[in-house]
């Protein structure tokens, strides 16, 4: 446990920024857009007062300021970035790019809901729409975990044998706006995690010309692109050890995934994000050690194995997805879930719950009502009805 | 000043192997520009038929730092660089000068990668951006822009029996990046290599952006015979088609005054304004060159301000 | 050119190899080739500022003559020569 740890209550916001400004990238671009705007606001005023050294770009659209990131992490600064939906959106295009050029840009993500409708609330619909971009996405619960995932993120996508872009993603409003009681390292022990940015291939290098960004036939295309998976695949014992170090410096365990009393469950809720916390509030409540939680912490690299050896001994569980794919059967992540354990001898029954669409809130009665639901597919033998969604109207 | 017989036979920063069209401008105004630079240079490239023959991978023809990301960002990426550069150099971590150049056709410049200029240019990053203006989308097979003139036959401005080529004006690129306050802003052809490569050492003293737009002959989208390339940019400057000027600090100066040659003489040897020449499009073509008429005076007007 | 498995290949697309393309001759695309008369020749440089290929050999302050492997035969050089020496030729295999 670090001796000199700092309490503070900040929102989410204000503990991503925090942890840039003892980062201290070289160079952060920055566009506004609700929830994640207070970040850029809140990392501005340090820029101002002189408390970092990045060079601040306010970039006139998100897709410029994923090109800005590109230009600058190819010239060898250490870079971030934040944005949410909409400008998530906007600059997709370029997240393939970077990825794919290997370039290490930490890029926190405000969850909230795509357009259309408009909506400023949170669900997953934005980072579940660059789950194939090649970046990593890390989710977080609460405000603690978004503060040490930016931390790790720097030491993930830096690291030799992954060099991918990352992004930590946290639920929009419910924890970008919320204060809670933060533990903030002091800056030294942040500054000695991150280390020393090592340029690879700096377009800065001139003595060592590079070329960035070739057009690559059909002859070359599926090698880069084959490559790409290559990283990713690494990323999963890399998350682990960071998480190991990180654990060390803190105090506080991190993995691909949180198992909550799974030890003796016989039924569970796989979920992304803060609904987990109300997850556990409820599990707290029930005192029931048939109910288990398993919280995905790393969707992209996806951890099949942890997936499948957490939820060895459980009948049946809950697969909540706050995001759609239309047209497939359940969400993104119970479709990923399902396929975890096609090749498994025993399998839990799978349902699906799409919920907290647009900000919608996920109460404790609904988490209730989905362990009733499990349990009496056990009782009943039945699956029942596969997609569920919680607490719409009409259905 | 640049001395020809000093840098003639120094090495070519964009090397041969690259595979844009025999008579392609492109080339030609990128080795003039290299050349006439005195730091090192980092090259951000738009997409488009520069970047694209230039570096069909694993090959590239250039033999200085370059980086390609997408269609309309070439400003932003550059963005990105010089900050880089700037947080480098603040840190101790790099001493060394270095100048940065941004390459883009008209279709990334005056359309898709107009915002992405703005942008940088209100910003004031330090980078100079060359335009090269073949006036239309050459790279996906000559479709117009913004920048096409009007009149011009291309591939989704074809000459036919209601519309006769591009039924709107060229873009006045120069007047909007004015507009970002850029204290250097030039217009120039490949045909005038000292006029160019003196207007990239002046665009390069300046400590923020600066711009200049450069007419590239495209045999392939213009229909000229290769070897007419630099005779035609000769011809859009005689014709006052492609006046050569530049904007300093606001001042305004024109830096070649041609004897006015008429226009057929530039259209005559580009097929895509073959059909401007005939009978029956002669109002169009008056109105064509009252335009350009109207645009050079315009240009006097601003210059003896 | 071999073409190596994505093992092999340097991360992220890179092309670490400035210059490559040197490698690719592209001297067989041209029909006519430029034949310069080097004893006429004033070494005024016309040719290689207007070449779009860098294929106009100057050594020490003099024009020495075409790089084969690489000129595309467009005839700007002839047609840009101010004294008229360079002419352009029907490419035969002798």
């Known amino acids: 446990m670090s001796k000199m740890t700092n309490i503070m209550a900040l929102n989410g916001n204000e503990a991503i920024a925090e942890a840039m400004k003892q980062i201290n990238p070289d160079v952060v671009a920055s566009y506004p857009i609700t929830p994640q705007t207070i970040i850029v606001e809140r990392f501005s005023e340090f820029v101002s007062d002189g408390l970092v050294d990045t060079e601040f770009l306010a970039a006139e659209s998100e897709h410029s300021a994923m090109s800005s990131c590109i230009g600058a992490a190819a010239a060898g600064g250490r870079t971030m970035t934040a944005t949410s939906s909409q400008g998530f959106a906007l600059m997709l295009e370029m997240l393939y790019i970077a990825s794919s050029m290997r370039l290490p840009i930490v890029m926190a993500v405000a969850n909230r809901a795509l357009s259309g409708p408009i909506n400023i609330h949170c669900d997953h619909s934005d980072s579940m729409s660059g789950r194939d971009s090649g970046w990593i996405q890390i989710y977080s619960e609460n405000v603690q975990e978004a503060y040490d995932n930016i931390i790790q993120a720097i030491r993930i996508s830096e690291n030799k044998d992954v060099r991918l872009p990352v992004m930590v993603c946290m639920d929009g409003f419910t924890t970008s706006h919320c204060v809670e009681r933060v533990e903030i390292l002091d800056e030294t022990s942040v500054k000695n995690f991150v280390g020393e940015y090592e340029m690879h291939n700096s377009l800065l290098d001139i003595e060592h010309p590079v070329t960035y960004g070739p057009i690559a036939l059909q002859d070359y295309y599926f090698e880069h692109k084959r490559q790409l998976l290559d990283a990713m695949d690494h990323a999963i014992t890399v998350i682990e050890n960071t998480s190991e170090e990180f654990e060390k410096l803190s105090g506080r365990k991190y993995g691909l995934v949180e198992a909550y009393n799974m030890d003796e469950a016989e039924i569970a809720i796989i979920v992304i994000g803060s609904t987990a916390g109300t997850v556990k509030s409820f599990i707290d409540g029930s005192g029931n050690n048939k109910l288990g939680?398993?919280?995905?912490?790393?969707?992209?690299?996806?951890?099949?194995?942890?997936?499948?050896?957490?939820?060895?001994?459980?009948?049946?569980?809950?697969?909540?997805?706050?995001?759609?794919?239309?047209?497939?059967?359940?969400?993104?992540?119970?479709?990923?879930?399902?396929?975890?354990?096609?090749?498994?001898?025993?399998?839990p029954i799978i349902l699906s719950y799409i919920y907290g669409l647009g900000g919608r809130d996920t109460t404790t009665n609904m988490i209730s009502q989905v362990y009733q639901d499990l349990e009496s597919t056990i009782k009943t033998g039945k699956t029942g009805k596969l997609v569920n969604y919680l607490g719409l109207r009409g259905e | 000043m640049v001395r020809l017989k000093e840098i003639a036979g120094s090495e070519e920063m964009l090397g041969c192997g690259h595979r844009l069209c025999t008579g392609c401008a492109e080339p030609i105004i990128v080795r003039q520009i290299l050349h006439a630079t005195e730091n090192p240079v980092v090259i951000s490239n738009a997409t488009g038929c520069l970047e694209v023959a230039t570096t069909i991978y694993p090959y590239s023809a250039w033999k200085v730092p370059w980086i390609h990301s997408a269609f309309e960002n070439a400003a932003a990426t550059m963005s990105g660089v010089e900050s880089a550069y700037k947080a480098l150099k603040r840190t101790g971590k790099i001493s060394k000068n270095i100048d940065f150049i941004v390459f883009a056709g008209d279709g990334g410049t005056y359309d898709i990668g107009l915002q992405s200029l703005s942008g940088a240019l209100e910003r004031g990053h330090r980078l100079l951006y060359v335009c090269l203006d073949n006036e239309a989308y050459m790279n996906t097979g000559i479709q117009r822009s913004s920048s096409t003139p009007k009149g011009a036959w291309t591939t989704t401005s074809p000459v036919g029996k209601k519309v006769v080529g591009k039924a709107e004006n060229k873009k006045d690129i120069i007047a909007i990046v004015l507009a970002h306050s850029v204290k250097y802003v030039a217009q120039a052809a490949p045909s005038h290599w000292m006029d160019l490569m003196t207007k990239v050492q002046k665009a390069l003293k300046v400590d923020g952006p600066s711009y200049i737009n450069v007419m590239s002959p495209c045999p392939r989208g213009w229909r000229n015979e290769p070897e007419d390339s630099i005779k035609l940019s000769r011809l859009a400057v005689e014709t006052c088609y492609w006046p050569l000027y530049e904007v300093e600090n606001g001042i305004w100066k024109l830096n070649y005054k041609p004897k006015k040659k008429p226009l057929e003489e530039y259209f005559r040897l580009q097929k895509r304004f073959a059909h401007l020449l005939l009978p029956e499009n002669k109002p169009l073509f008056d109105e064509i060159q009252r335009l350009v008429d109207e645009r050079w005076e315009s240009l006097l007007k601003k210059v003896s301000l | 050119m071999i073409k190596k498995g994505w093992r092999d290949l340097p991360k992220g697309g890179l092309i670490l190899s400035a210059g490559n393309a040197i490698e690719y001759k592209t001297g067989n695309w041209r029909k006519e080739i430029p034949v310069i008369d080097l004893q006429k020749c004033n070494n005024c440089m016309i040719c290689w500022i207007f070449c779009p290929e860098g294929t106009i050999s100057v050594i020490d302050g003099k024009v020495t003559g075409i790089v084969m492997s690489h000129c595309k035969g467009c005839g700007i050089c002839a047609a840009e020569c101010p004294t008229k020496v360079i002419e352009m030729k029907m490419e035969t295999n002798e």
Not at chain 1, 325 to 336: C, H
Not at chain 1, 337 to 342: G, K, L, N, P
């Open chain 1, 293 to 347: 939680l398993l919280k995905i912490r790393s969707f992209r690299p996806f951890p099949i194995k942890e997936i499948t050896n957490k939820l060895k001994n459980c009948r049946a569980v809950a697969v909540l997805d706050r995001a759609l794919s239309p047209g497939s059967l359940g969400g993104p992540l119970f479709t990923e879930v399902r396929s975890a354990f096609y090749d498994e001898q025993t399998k």
